[in-house]
């Protein structure tokens, strides 16, 4: 059974840090790119970053510079560093896994996707 699961969400102040992890589980990890997705009440789903199965980076306009994601194939997971957070970045984050990195950067057709954790950043 595959699993996606998604923690290290929570509350934090403007300018603060957080980490989020995505843990996989039933499927080839090493195989799949992983994305992470968040949408914010009332807003569309908006892919914000991804890593391919060989450790590619790809980052949306509105976190480059502030977001790092990374993936650890050992572990089975992959992390989002957010830094500098803003009130704007408040949404549930999700992560998904594909094989192709465009797939999941795109977020349409992905293989999984995991249930999201709730990022609130307060002014």
């Known amino acids: 059974e595959v699993h996606l699961v998604e923690s290290g969400g929570g509350l934090v102040q403007a300018g603060g840090s957080l980490r989020l992890s995505c843990a996989a589980s039933?499927?080839?990890?090493?195989?799949?790119?992983i994305g992470w997705h968040r949408q914010a009440p009332g807003k569309e789903r908006e892919g914000i970053s991804s890593i391919s199965s060989d450790g590619i980076a790809y980052y949306g306009s509105s976190v480059k510079g502030r977001f790092t994601i990374s993936r650890d194939n050992a572990k089975n997971m992959v992390f989002l560093q957010m830094n500098n957070l803003k009130p704007e970045d408040t949404a549930v984050y999700y992560c998904?896994?594909?094989?192709?990195?465009?797939?999941?950067?795109?977020?349409?057709?992905?293989?999984?996707w995991g249930q999201g954790t709730q990022v609130t950043v307060s002014s």
């Open positions: 039933g499927f080839t990890f090493d195989d799949y790119a």
């Open positions: 998904a896994a594909d094989p192709l990195v465009e797939t999941v950067a795109g977020g349409y057709g992905v293989d999984y």
